[in-house]
């Protein structure tokens, strides 16, 4: 659920974004743009680690909320579930133009929204995680041949150096 301030200032925002879009493609852009910010912000590892685990995440491990620490602390299951849902994420963000008739902003933008939603979630007080597996997915949605190349690039750097923090780069 979200706090009464959260609340508060996402009202606050739509109502300026209301008072300030001169007509309704400008909010609707506006609008889904935001939406891939939250979309971005939901804390999944976080999220699975309370529920299920009934662990903060940010107090094992690297501190990180993302699917590396996942894996680490919750295990695979969880891990796999956090990776899934985080590259989801980056995906769908990619594609909400399509889904709303958004022309003339590239799904880049959106995507990175997810990313910085991600890194900056709103829903777990602007610290969240490195948002790789969320790349990932607005890599899968904007241009999957890149992500394959990438992909490649990813196993041999962790097959030579078996460091997940270096093959991210």
């Known amino acids: 659920a979200l706090s ?4 508060l200032e996402l009202k606050k925002l739509l109502f300026l974004l209301m008072a300030f879009c001169y007509n309704e493609s400008m909010i609707k852009e506006i609008s889904v743009l935001i939406l891939a910010y939250l979309l971005g912000s939901i804390p999944s590892g976080l999220w699975i680690g309370k529920v299920f685990f009934n662990i903060n995440l940010r107090e ?6 993302g699917t590396t620490n996942t894996f680490r602390i919750l295990g695979k299951k969880a891990g796999i579930i ?5 590259f989801l994420k ?6 909400l133009p399509t889904f709303f008739g958004i022309q003339g902003i590239s799904p ?8 910085l939603g991600h ?10 995680g490195k948002a790789v597996a969320t790349s990932a997915g607005v890599l899968l949605g904007f241009s999957p041949i890149l ?6 690039y990813f196993v041999a750097s962790l097959y030579l ?3 997940i923090s270096f093959s991210s780069v």
């Not at 980056?90 to 594609?95: D, E, F, I, Q, R």
């Not at 890194?119 to 969240?128: E, I, L, Q, R, W």
């Not at 992500?147 to 490649?152: E, F, G, K, N, Y």
């Open 4 to 7: 009464s301030d959260v609340t």
């Open 60 to 65: 094992h491990g690297s501190g990180n909320t």
């Open 82 to 86: 956090v990776f899934a849902i985080d």
């Open 90 to 95: 980056g995906t769908l963000a990619v594609l």
């Open 108 to 115: 880049m933008v959106f995507g990175l929204l997810a990313v």
């Open 119 to 128: 890194t900056f979630p709103v829903f777990a007080g602007f610290k969240g």
């Open 147 to 152: 992500l394959l190349i990438l992909a490649v």
């Open 161 to 163: 150096t078996s460091m």
